[in-house]
């Protein structure tokens, strides 16, 4: 399984664009990059998935450089509604369990 | 997508007790579910897969015979914790995917377990 890095936390402010970058060096050829969201105390949610390129749907934006060796999450102006935890995950597609990094921690504040 | 339910959504116990948690498929046949454990501020760890029909599979370190699941239907798979001490207070959740969804899955709203 390819190993994701991304930051421990974040801060930014109400109306700003937030991006978090996730690190996967060893990402394989048939892995797909999925962010999932998660509140306190709830189950996460599927955000966004991609696999080069880039891909936007009504929530974000998710980019991904021709070497995919990375990803960065694009919230575009963000609420406090926002503040939560993002994982970024990589696995391809025949896996049917997912393996959870330790997620960056987005605190949006007024 | 899919929508998946837990309950209870809290419980809390006394040590040496066994607790059941449910986690339903409320739209469509599940064969796979997944449980995860998730301590305070931490990530979610992958305990095991239910399969529907047959034996659980189990992550590394996960003791079978104290975390039971049950797929008995296509819409509900069980956890019962056996035998519960404080250190299994975490939160619980399930998950399943849509078998045309790619690494998209739907998770439960999850379980806070206290054992006192």
């Known amino acids: 399984l390819a190993k994701t890095t991304q930051p421990i936390s974040m801060d930014s402010y109400e109306g700003q664009e937030v991006n978090i970058t996730c690190s996967h060096n060893?990402?394989?050829?048939?892995?797909?990059i999925t962010w999932y969201q998660q509140f306190p105390s709830q189950g996460p949610r599927f955000i966004i998935q991609g696999y080069k390129t880039k891909v936007t749907n009504e929530v974000a934006s998710l980019f991904i450089p021709a070497d995919r060796k990375s990803s960065t999450l694009s919230l575009p102006r963000v609420s406090l509604s926002d503040t939560a935890v993002y994982y970024c995950?990589?696995?391809?597609?025949?896996?049917?369990?997912?393996?959870f990094g330790s997620g960056t921690r987005l605190q949006v504040q007024p | 997508g899919a929508v998946v339910s837990q309950h209870p959504s809290w419980v809390i116990c006394k040590s040496g007790t066994s607790v059941k948690i449910e986690c339903r498929s409320l739209?469509?046949?599940?064969?796979?579910m997944f449980w995860y454990r998730q301590f305070p501020k931490q990530s979610l760890m992958l305990m095991a897969t239910s399969n529907e029909g047959s034996k659980a599979t189990y992550e590394q370190g996960v003791e079978k015979d104290k975390f039971l699941i049950n797929h008995a239907s296509l819409t509900l798979s069980t956890l019962t914790v056996t035998s519960a001490h404080p250190e299994d207070s975490s939160f619980y959740i399930c998950?399943?995917?849509?078998?045309?969804?790619?690494?998209?899955?739907?998770f439960g709203p999850g379980t806070r377990l206290t054992v006192l």
């Open positions: 998950s399943t995917r849509l078998p045309s969804s790619y690494n998209e899955q739907f």
């Open positions: 060893n990402i394989a050829t048939n892995d797909y």
């Open positions: 995950l990589v696995a391809d597609t025949g896996r049917r369990a997912l393996t």
């Open positions: 739209d469509f046949q599940a064969t796979t």
